[in-house]
């Protein structure tokens, strides 16, 4: 079981083990810099790197106070991540703003059963649909990258963010329905 | 549970591996982990005796601070002298017998007095007018001319004493701090009751400090609430949610991100629950930190029965 392995690899880290953190690290790095850096978007981007430093620093810190049965490693993480970057807003006064994108058209948008989303195919694609993540309102992006990239349960996106699981999955599925949305129609263009 | 092979979401994930930066990673590796290893170094040395005392030091000022504050509000409770009869000329055998105050009538003020003018801009009485007594104040001769309890003629009983603080019925949903039984003990004296009364500067710090801890826990108290009360709307817990409203829970507070009660019930869909926060003054205009309203949200889910409780409809 995985989440047992990082639970066991801090421990380990907590023991004096120098490798264990290192190997952490490694299975988490890429999802949790990609959630920091999609969470700034472009406008903050320069800030990522520093703001993933400081998560994996406060997570070796506090490493002996991690306790595997209130939650599960990366839902620490990323909630640990996601304080830093609203910290780093808190801190240079920005003020969220939702997508510009209408949630009530985006949900009534058909489900395509073949778009780009499903293979992506070429690199301006792949820009195109990272842009579009990177547009979605601040909670919903953020759940899209902890359920892509990290592989978080709702549970553990619940956890992550301090909602309640139905919020989780409902912010899971606006964000889902409006990629969706977006690029119904564009297979037939770009494959 | 999430669906991780959504279609969305995978290629999201194909997306983001193809715009991945192998070499950028590796760098970023290094130096993570570099700065990890150097950061637990740091930590595992010993600290400087000096910022292990640190708290006890910042503790020992705030406490000095305090004393020398209660100390320059308190004033012992010395028996008043009798108040000057101005322009009257004092028997002389009056003034012989008991040591008089440092008054003067029909005297010009001592030279200590001139040397430390009043605060206030009133002008020095001319020579030979009413001296004033000293700095026996004139409040001070409302506040002695007030009967205090040990001023009490023999005989009758003593005043009641002020109902101590503990003893009131407590609405707060929290115990009382550390510093409330102190205040039980030595209550702080009403607005309109003479310095005379207090006992020591312990009252006037015990006072304060309980007045302190009540405001905190009242503040704990309300938020508390608010998260109990979000909660609650967010399961549909239509009883508790009434229950919360009637202890007072605030029905706009809103959480880190800046969602109330009335979003979460209507991202969670539960009409019941956001039709009865509305009908307790919930606002469905007020925007979270993404800068949607509960009516954005209720647009989005799409169900008419959010938005006729939005309405104020059933």
Redesign the interface.
């Known amino acids: 079981m995985e989440a047992d392995d990082d639970a066991a690899l801090l421990s380990a880290h907590v023991a004096g083990d120098g490798q264990a953190?290192?190997r952490l690290?490694?299975r988490y790095?890429?999802p949790c810099?990609?959630f920091i850096r999609r969470l700034l978007g472009r406008a903050h981007a320069e800030a990522a790197?520093d703001l993933?430093?400081e998560t994996?620093?406060a997570i070796?810190?506090n490493a002996a106070a991690f306790d595997p049965a209130r939650a599960s490693f990366r839902a620490w993480l990323f909630t640990v991540a996601r304080h830093k970057v609203?910290d780093h807003f808190r801190r240079r006064k920005v003020?969220?703003?939702?997508g510009a994108a209408d949630?009530?058209a985006?949900?009534?948008a058909p489900d395509p059963a073949a778009?780009?989303?499903?293979?992506?195919v070429s690199?301006d694609?792949?820009?195109r649909?990272?842009a579009a993540?990177e547009a979605l309102?601040?909670?919903q992006r953020g759940a899209?990258?902890m359920?892509?990239?990290g592989?978080?349960?709702?549970?553990e996106?619940a956890e992550a963010?301090?909602?309640?699981v139905?919020?989780a999955?409902?912010?899971?599925r606006?964000?889902?329905a409006k990629?969706?949305a977006l690029f119904a129609g564009e297979r037939s263009v770009h494959v | 549970?999430?669906?991780?092979t959504?279609?969305?979401?995978?290629?999201?994930?194909?997306?983001?591996a193809?715009?991945?930066d192998e070499a950028a990673?590796a760098e970023?590796?290094a130096?993570?982990?570099a700065?990890?290893a150097s950061?637990?170094a740091r930590?595992a040395r010993p600290r400087p005796t000096v910022w292990r005392r640190g708290g006890w030091l910042a503790a020992a000022g705030v406490s000095a601070a305090a004393l020398v504050l209660a100390s320059q509000l308190y004033r012992p409770p010395t028996p008043y002298p009798a108040p000057a009869k101005p322009a009257a000329p004092a028997p002389s055998a009056n003034v012989a017998k008991p040591p008089a105050p440092a008054t003067a009538q029909a005297a010009p003020a001592p030279s200590v007095a001139l040397s430390r003018p009043p605060i206030s801009a009133k002008p020095a009485p001319a020579p030979g007018g009413p001296a004033p007594a000293s700095d026996f104040t004139s409040r001070d001769q409302a506040l002695a001319a007030k009967p205090s309890g040990a001023a009490a003629p023999p005989g009758e009983p003593p005043p009641p004493a002020p109902p101590a603080m503990a003893a009131e019925p407590s609405t707060s949903a929290f115990p009382m701090s550390e510093a409330a039984p102190q205040a039980a003990a030595a209550p702080p004296p009403a607005a309109d009751e003479p310095r005379g009364a207090e006992t020591g500067s312990g009252a006037v710090v015990a006072g304060l400090m309980a007045g302190r801890a009540e405001k905190s826990a009242s503040r704990e108290a309300v938020s508390d609430l608010g998260a109990r009360l979000r909660?609650a709307a967010?399961?549909g817990r239509v009883s508790d949610v009434e229950a919360l409203l009637k202890a007072g829970a605030p029905v706009d507070a809103a959480?880190?991100?800046g969602?109330t009660a009335l979003m979460?019930s209507i991202?969670?869909?539960h009409p019941a629950v956001a039709a009865m926060l509305v009908q307790h003054g919930a606002d469905p205009d007020q925007p979270n930190?993404?800068?949607?309203s509960a009516r954005?949200?209720a647009?989005?889910?799409?169900d008419p029965k959010l938005d006729a409780a939005l309405s104020g409809g059933p």
């Open positions: 953190f290192a690290y490694d790095d890429r810099f990609l790197e993933h430093q994996w620093i070796a810190r609203f003020t969220v703003l939702s949630e009530a985006a949900l009534a778009s780009p989303l499903d293979a992506v690199r694609l792949a820009q649909v990272v993540v309102p601040l909670e899209l990258i359920s892509a990239q592989g978080l349960s709702l549970e996106i963010t301090g909602v309640a139905e919020t999955k409902s912010r899971l606006y964000a889902r990629l969706r | 549970m999430s669906d991780p959504d279609p969305v979401d995978q290629a999201y994930a194909e997306a983001e193809m715009l991945n990673r970023r590796r130096r993570v982990l700065a990890v950061d637990g930590s909660a967010a399961a959480d880190a991100e969602d979460m991202e969670a869909d930190h993404d800068g949607q954005d949200l647009k989005a889910v799409g």
